[in-house]
């Protein structure tokens, strides 16, 4: 057997129903092998990618409804959600405090120790969804920003953005809305959500999640170019001035697989994207339902349901892919990849072990 025979392989995606990434397309992964040694942190020496990072900024503005975007591609939505809090502290005060719901990313915890800001988490109302009230409650004159998610990870939930906005407003704070998920499937439904819903300030909305773009392509957008002015430093032995991103090389191909991504899919591969991928979380609720498990509505592609450790743990020995919420729910993330044949085997899977 030589060397290369035994070198562990890529995941297969046949029996993922737990992560928030997927196959990319086929025309983001040919342009992300053709810009794997550009840098876009040093855009002066790499013109050609930062070119391709304006248009797809440009394009990132378009499915959230920003028509003058400023922004990166960044390696996803931990950096993306730092960088909002970060942002926010440079244009408060010292002691600034985060105001997010409990449902929010474990980001925010890392972006809280690492700036040393204090992270103030409100309750989620019946529905999983920030309540406002508390997040009124916690919001003070030191409040540098309020989060609000669209598309939460464990529930598939959508904060009510424009209150949230509300609040912010009424505390001096800005307004971050973290769509790492969902920015790519809320576009075609009827919630409130984006910059043209609300007064967001920033937004987290990856490309490598639903957006089907190599890994690591996550979106940084604000509405303001004094947001990018606050994070800039100086860079003096680049041939660019200054940078505003928080990693200083950053990926080409990441930068080359969204702008392929988006010019192939926006708007209607999406679209057809996000209609299959309900459907099929319509269908999987559906059928937990008939067998009796208490499922919890899927308002976006994301199912979650109870599912004892038992029948969990059978799963898993199956090679099924899977994860729990917080609170203990099966969560199943109803991806690009996940098809309507993979559901029907996991529930054969699922019926076996019961």
């Avoid at 004094?226 to 660019?240: G, N």
């Amino acid at each position: 057997m030589t060397r290369a025979e035994t070198r562990p392989a890529p995941q297969e995606f046949d029996r993922v129903l737990s992560s928030m990434c997927t196959d990319p397309h086929p025309a983001a992964r040919d342009a992300a092998m053709r810009f794997l040694a550009d840098n876009p942190g040093d855009p002066a020496t790499y013109p050609a990618v930062s070119d391709l990072e304006r248009e797809a900024v440009a394009m990132l503005g378009d499915v959230v409804g920003l028509d003058d975007p400023h922004g990166y591609v960044g390696s996803g939505g931990t950096e993306a959600n730092i960088q909002a809090v970060r942002a926010a502290r440079n244009l408060a005060d010292d002691d600034a405090n985060v105001v997010a719901p409990e449902s929010a990313h474990f980001s925010f915890q890392k972006a809280a120790d690492v700036l040393d800001v204090e992270l103030r988490l409100a309750e989620l109302d019946d529905d999983h969804r920030a309540d406002v009230d508390h997040v009124t409650d916690l919001a003070d004159d030191d409040t540098a920003v309020v989060v609000g998610v669209a598309g939460t990870t464990e529930f598939g939930r959508v904060d009510p953005i424009p209150a949230l906005g509300d609040v912010a407003e009424d505390a001096g704070a800005n307004l971050h809305v973290d769509a790492a998920w969902g920015g790519f499937v809320l576009p075609f439904t009827d919630h409130d959500w984006d910059f043209a819903d609300a007064a967001v300030d920033t937004m987290t909305i990856d490309p490598h999640k639903m957006g089907q773009a190599p890994v690591p392509a996550g979106g940084f957008l604000a509405r303001d170019p004094e947001t990018l002015d606050a994070l800039s430093i100086r860079t003096p032995y680049l041939e660019s001035d200054t940078q505003p991103t928080l990693g200083g090389t950053r990926s080409g191909a990441g930068v080359a697989g969204a702008h392929a991504a988006l010019d192939e899919l926006w708007r209607d591969g999406y679209r057809d994207q996000y209609e299959t991928s309900q459907a099929n979380a319509d269908y999987l609720a559906s059928e937990l339902d008939d067998r009796g498990y208490d499922v919890v509505d899927p308002v976006l592609p994301l199912v979650a349901t109870e599912l004892p450790d038992r029948e969990f743990r059978a799963l898993r020995d199956d090679g099924w892919r899977i994860s729990r919420t917080a609170s203990g729910e099966l969560r199943v993330v109803c991806m690009p990849h996940v098809t309507r044949e993979m559901l029907d085997s996991f529930l054969a899977d699922l019926d076996r072990s019961r």
